[in-house]
């Protein structure tokens, strides 16, 4: 009798059954994750953004989005880090697809206000910004004004998370 992978496979596979259980108990002695979905009250919230690349605004724009879905609340947010670049008007071409989504956010009623420090220190001047752009005197003077006010503080490292899974489990990718 001639046996093929296939038919060795199942025997393996029957053989182990019994033993799955205790596998699992191995590979999870935590238990399984509880669910909590539960409805966020409406929270304004306030952004501190600064960050080395600008094209990490594409990952703001997602963490942005993600947090007025379930917040209901106003943002703010507050650029004074090297990202300030790519709202200047000269460099509109090179940022263009970041850019054109923070003026969607704006027009979606997100308020974008940058430090007047870090734009100077930068070279810019607030005629070299974005229509959209507040200018405001200090960056986290601004922050904790907007705190004050009842605003929740994010500081949202640019990170995204988006198939992590597979760096340690590339076989699961599908």
Known sequence: MKFGLKE?????????APS???????LAPYGTAKVDMHKMPVTDTVFDVNYSDP?????LYNFIKNTRKETGGKV?????GPELRAFAKENYEKYQG????????????VEF????????????????????????PAGFPELAYWQGKGY??????PLPVKDVRYLDQPQLKK
Request: proline residues 3%; negative net charge.
């Open 8 to 16: 060795i496979a199942v025997s393996i596979a029957i053989a182990m």
């Open 20 to 26: 799955l259980p205790s596998l699992a108990a191995e």
């Open 55 to 59: 094209q990490q605004l594409n990952v």
């Open 76 to 80: 703010v947010v507050v650029t004074h």
């Open 98 to 109: 970041a850019i054109d989504k923070m003026a969607e956010l704006a027009e979606e009623g």
């Open 113 to 136: 206000k940058m430090c007047n420090n870090a734009m100077r220190a930068a070279g810019f001047q607030a005629q070299d910004m974005h229509g959209f752009i507040t200018v405001v």
């Open 152 to 157: 929740k503080y994010i500081n949202p490292l």
